[in-house]
């Protein structure tokens, strides 16, 4: 065991009596050591019920025959981050998490690792962790939060009912009443956002690529069922130490195929293809920006998911979770091992049922193609990134006039003070992986124009991102972004700009002579943060087409 370097032999007699005196008895010594990396946080619900999920991932580790030891990961919750200087850390934070779970498990020589996880950038980071160590790790993902309720049975979701409720707000129509309703009512207790946001999309591609147990990415954080995969993972982890199965035995380029088929089939997260691309550079997984639209293309949209559809996390959950999506897919979805010990036709052979108001078959889709479309064009000649299940058939083809700013607080500003109108497509530049830094979602001015009633006829551009509650014409991941002199940084004010996501097309109707010349007289702008560790991101993130990982350099 790779814990032996720590506990066997006389000259480990120093590391035998650190280990005592952390609590570790002599008998324990030759079980397989567990690490635990555990983001529970009092900052996030989404992780404040971790507290009792590790006392269950505890007792499974030990009934399994290992000894488990707990260490801190941190988190930050992208809504509290929104709209503000925090969110220039939120992406980058899972550069810092893989980094913090390598640097634990190979100076303490783990065998093995349970990654206790639910939001956002954690569960990608925790995953991008595993598959650099290549050690054997399971993933347990907290479990999304139910939904609010309110009167008439209204559901409430977090991100569409507050985010949205302020412009709602200022354009008067809801009142003060309506509005704390909404903000009392949105976040009933602990879980991940409710809809198919970034947390819940990444749970659910965790367990389709078969790196957690069936049902982990959509049973609901309250549960009795969370606690007892909590438990399960526990003793699964020291059974996948003893048999030496490890990440890349299970994060096969298949496994992300399937991943894609799966968000695509869903009208998951944008913030998925950042994801996945990282991902599978630490797998050794080539895993191209193009093979998200030829999927797309070939993969109908099987369910209607908050925020840009009328069912939730618990509905999904109860229709057939991640194996009644793979079960609907049938042979589209290839074979593929997972730590559970079935394959993925298996698992979705297990399902009786599906149903199938919630989970369609592919003879009924919602829509013929996917949820992620890849646009390009002379403003992103390196790919951008559009959540298509959340864009109105009126808005899938568009021309509109540029109204350019420089940062998403000005664009933000100009919304929320109605200028911003019919016809006009909103373009936010520096704000991508270097230019941001860190390539802030940009959910406070999408879900404003769609509050102001604008999703129909304003389109917003931009090298920053999406959360997983956007919704509308909103094109992100431009590449190259601004900062690195790409064209969106030559838009001006009044120019023509073309949406046409049918064609996976996004131009600049501008000539290239005019271009030419706006280029030359480009000049990189100062950096928007010059001290932290934020300024030392910005010299080794590269482009979100390539995941918007760091490297060495």
């Keep these: 065991m790779r814990s032996d370097m720590i506990k066997k032999g006389l000259e480990r007699t120093p590391h035998r009596a650190l280990l005592k005196g952390t609590g570790v008895p002599q008998n324990q010594m030759d079980k397989p050591f567990i690490g635990v990396a555990t983001s529970f946080t009092d900052l996030i619900p989404g992780h404040v019920g971790m507290r009792d999920l590790e006392r269950f991932i505890e007792k499974g580790v030990h009934s399994g025959g290992g000894y488990s030891f707990f260490f801190g990961i941190p988190g930050v919750c992208d809504g509290m981050a929104m709209g503000h200087k925090g969110m220039h850390y939120s992406l980058p934070t899972r550069e810092l998490i893989a980094d913090m779970v390598e640097s634990v498990a190979e100076a303490h020589r783990l065998d093995g690792l349970v990654l206790l996880t639910n939001c956002d950038k954690i569960t990608p980071g925790m995953l991008m962790a595993a598959?650099?160590?290549?050690?054997?790790?399971?993933?347990?993902?907290?479990?999304?939060?139910?939904?609010?309720?309110?009167?008439?049975?209204?559901?409430?979701?977090?991100?569409?009912?507050?985010?949205?409720?302020?412009?709602?707000?200022?354009?008067?129509?809801?009142?003060?009443?309506?509005?704390?309703?909404?903000?009392?009512?949105?976040?009933p207790g602990m879980g991940s956002c409710q809809g198919l946001f970034t947390a819940n999309t990444m749970a659910i591609l965790t367990e389709t690529m078969g790196m957690s147990l069936p049902?982990?990415?959509?049973?609901?954080?309250?549960?009795?069922?969370?606690?007892?995969?909590?438990?399960?993972?526990?003793?699964?982890?020291?059974?996948?130490?003893?048999?030496?199965?490890?990440?890349?035995?299970?994060?096969?380029?298949?496994?992300?195929?399937?991943?894609?088929?799966?968000?695509?089939?869903?009208?998951?997260?944008?913030?998925?293809?950042?994801?996945?691309?990282?991902?599978?550079?630490?797998?050794?997984?080539?895993?191209?920006?193009?093979?998200?639209?030829?999927?797309?293309?070939?993969?109908?949209?099987?369910?209607?998911?908050?925020?840009?559809?009328?069912?939730?996390?618990?509905?999904?959950?109860?229709?057939?979770?991640?194996?009644g999506v793979l079960k609907q897919l049938g042979s589209k979805i290839k074979d593929t091992p997972t730590l559970f010990g079935l394959s993925t036709h298996q698992l979705a052979e297990s399902i009786q049922n599906v149903d199938e108001e919630v989970i369609r078959p592919l003879g009924n889709p919602i829509k013929k193609e996917g949820g992620i479309a890849i646009l390009s064009g002379n403003i992103a000649p390196k790919g951008a990134v559009v959540k298509q299940s959340g864009v109105s058939q009126a808005m899938m083809n568009f021309e509109g006039?540029?109204?350019?700013?420089?940062?998403?607080?000005?664009?933000?500003?100009?919304?929320?003070?109605?200028?911003?109108?019919?016809?006009?497509?909103?373009v936010i530049r520096y704000e991508g992986p270097k230019g941001g830094p860190g390539m802030r979602e940009m959910l406070a001015p999408t879900a404003a124009i769609m509050g102001m009633g604008l999703g129909d006829s304003v389109a917003l551009i931009t090298d920053g991102r999406f959360s997983g509650g956007t919704r509308g014409p909103c094109i992100g991941h431009i590449s190259p972004e601004a900062a690195d002199g790409g064209p969106i940084a030559m838009v001006q004010d009044g120019d023509k700009i073309l949406l046409d996501i049918p064609n996976r097309r996004l131009e600049l109707l501008v000539d290239e002579a005019t271009l030419a010349a706006r280029r030359a007289l480009w000049k990189a702008p100062a950096p928007k943060i010059k001290g932290g560790w934020l300024a030392r991101y910005a010299k080794v993130v590269t482009s979100a087409h390539t995941g918007a990982i760091t490297t060495a350099d």
């Design 401 to 426: 006039v540029a109204r350019c700013f420089d940062a998403e607080e000005l664009a933000m500003a100009a919304i929320m003070e109605g200028k911003i109108k019919s016809g006009d497509c909103v």
């Design 131 to 187: 598959a650099r160590l290549n050690i054997p790790c399971i993933v347990v993902t907290a479990g999304p939060m139910m939904s609010g309720r309110g009167q008439s049975g209204r559901k409430y979701s977090f991100v569409s009912d507050t985010f949205e409720a302020m412009a709602r707000y200022k354009a008067g129509v809801i009142n003060d009443k309506e509005l704390q309703v909404c903000e009392d009512n949105a976040c």
């Design 215 to 323: 049902r982990c990415g959509t049973a609901l954080a309250v549960s009795a069922l969370k606690r007892r995969i909590a438990f399960a993972s526990g003793e699964k982890i020291v059974e996948l130490v003893q048999k030496d199965i490890k990440p890349r035995d299970i994060m096969t380029r298949e496994a992300f195929e399937n991943a894609i088929r799966v968000d695509l089939a869903l009208g998951g997260s944008s913030n998925t293809v950042l994801h996945l691309l990282a991902i599978a550079h630490e797998a050794g997984v080539d895993l191209p920006l193009e093979l998200f639209d030829e999927l797309g293309k070939d993969t109908p949209q099987l369910a209607s998911m908050n925020p840009a559809g009328e069912h939730f996390m618990e509905d999904l959950d109860i229709a057939g979770g991640v194996s």
